[in-house]
């Protein structure tokens, strides 16, 4: 796929999201403007992009989607309940004729089919309501699309080196522009087109000065030209604007010649009444000095000198502040980093070896570099939650709809970031946990009432940072899990004896069982036993952790705990037996030294006695059954968290803190309990990096035990 | 001379390059070129025949595009180029 190609599919994503997010703004707080013309502009968007592509049946049919969203911008169509499903038909159907035209493969029938009826339901839509929007032909009509003022612009564009060999066609860019107002002239530069013995094909000579008519913004004019804005030299300014005009000149003096010989300079300001002085400037006679600024209303993807010439006056460019990169290049970056902290790992060592102190000096200062180098790459990588949390608006608002529920659905703590990666593979896991909690847990309308709730349910999906980690909360306020049920129906199934003692969080936990049910109906929502235990699954390969809190009647809450990345972490080294382990530094409390008399064992469990507090304590040598004899002058207890749970770790010597590049393990230990990942230190010894929840977990249910 | 081909884009023009400059070598007196089986082109293209006319009139030959469909005096317009291209010749 083309570098445009791959933009163009990102940026009609983002359009088909901004749109579903619109609809459902729109939904939970009813119609707004804003929301419209997010939407208007989502469809305006993609149909232009789409017909620089030559993706003819995108372009017709958003087309159409477009007309009735003017007309509704316009308040000539009502957005009614059934028109917002029909728009959010559509948003899906262009993300699949999207799919269809990027994968170069022909449209199933079952899509064609569904295009005809998309289209007669939007063409109804539009007929029904309004008489003057029925013309729905593909010619634009750019007076009915902007009836804001209007202004002439002066767009002067030049080509860069490269610009054919990006493969896009700037014809299909001026092919655009008459969607969004009217080109007057467009005059071609073509002073340096040389004879054919000294043209080079694929060299852009040729420029233009373009003027345009139209109510739209520099802002929307720069979009057209959103995918070859690095190919391109562009100006553009109120035509009525002579010091604009003069500056160009100056910049580009072939302009006065061209536009003289065409007299379309003045034509361009005969559309403005009160041009002054400006309206019969000879423009042979412009090219002179002045000192005015250039006007905020003016865009320049160049810096034009400034009049003196005394010396280049560069322009804030009024330019996006985010720039699309492919997430294999941060990859590959961040690999790097990894490898520069492993190697760093290494000089560090080395250095300790020497006694000289600029060594050390410099060692720490690279050392220190390297941590805000990481810190600064990882960042990269963290993406808020909230895009990826609107998007379950769509499926909560289509599950409560298909079960007959209302549901208040909200969203908490959407600033909150995290691993691309992880936000990507935790959108299936989500969807389905919202759709159990709406369709096991909330309970129909007169259940609610008969038990003194609320009409309408609640399900709150919110997310906030914790020691280290990303909690993710599902809750809802409807009947909980039934504990009893649960039990009964997994010793039914077998997975449990009848004698089996279980605690409720234990039994509770049985849901995640491969094939595990107790809904008595199966729905194409949930209830087919597929899906929990994948959720589970999904979880785990996360690195993440799933806890159940129910309180049987009044709700239920599922807590997702996520590490914060899974690429280099901040750890603690430390050394027990023969074996060094790396503990994330964000999950240790503290760190004591291991005392007999603050132990105690009860019941054949190892308990710590921190200041009067019982925690459970993990010989970790123990754990793994290492034999080995090292012998060391002291031992000590590193207490670590995770969630609400504590619990202490004995280990023999501390190194301390270290940038931690988790490497993963071969096949042979990926499952072992207790340990996530690896890393390799700067002596090239190996660390095993704890995974502190499994650890938790294991102590707390040996204690329940 | 007639351009034997359905499309005058970036794809095909350095070769049609080539054809051009080889007809300058030959005998493009009459300064006829038949585009009338070109059915596509592109702005690589226009800055082409935009360069063959330069090269005619330092021989003062004056170039007469024929063949023209709809197509090529749209895509001609939208480049703003009618004007140099067709306005005399046609």
Redesign the interface.
Known sequence: MSEELEYFHEDAKDQLGFMEQALMDIVEHGVNDEAIGAIFRAMHTIKGTAGMFDFNAIVAFTHIAENLLDSVRQKKVSLTEALIELLLHTKDHVEELIHAAIADIPLSQNILERDENLRRSLLDALNTTSDSASDISIEHHPSEEFSEEETVWHISLRLKEDF?KT?M???SV??FFGSMGEII????I?DT?????S?D??H???G?EIFFLSSASIADIKEIFEFVEEDIELIIFSSDDTVQLKNLIILRPEVAGALEEASLYRSALAHDDDTGDGSDIPLTAINEPSSQSIPSNTTQIIAIPNIKGEESEKTILPKSSFLRVDFQKIDVLINQVSEMVIANAKIALISEKYDDTDLEETTASLSEMLDNLRDAVMNIRMVQVEESFAKLRRNVSDVAKKLGKSIDFSIAGGETELDKSVVEKLSDPLIHMLRNSIDHGIENKETRLASGKSEQGSVVLRAYPDSGSIIIEIEDDGRGLNTQLIRNKAIEKGLISAQDVLSDEMTNMLIFHPGFTTAETISDISGRGVGMDVVKQNIDALKGRINIVNRIGEGCKFVITLPLTLAIIDGFLVQAGSTKYIFPQDMIQEVVEFSQHSCVEIGGSLLLNLRGELLPLLDIKHYFKDTESVSFPRQNIVIVRYGSYQAGVIVDELFGEQQTVVKPLGALFRKVPGISGGSILGSGEIALIFDIPALISYVIQNDKR | MKLSIQSLTIQEVEKVHETLMAWLLDDPSEGVLDLGSVERIDMCGIQLLLSLKNSLNEMGITLHLSGLSSYLVDSFNLSGCTPILVSHNE
Do not use: A
Request: no cysteine; glycine share 4%.
């Open positions: 054919f493969g066609d700037i014809l001026f092919d002239t467009i005059l071609p073509t087109i040389p004879t054919l013995d043209f094909p694929l852009p000579y040729i233009f």
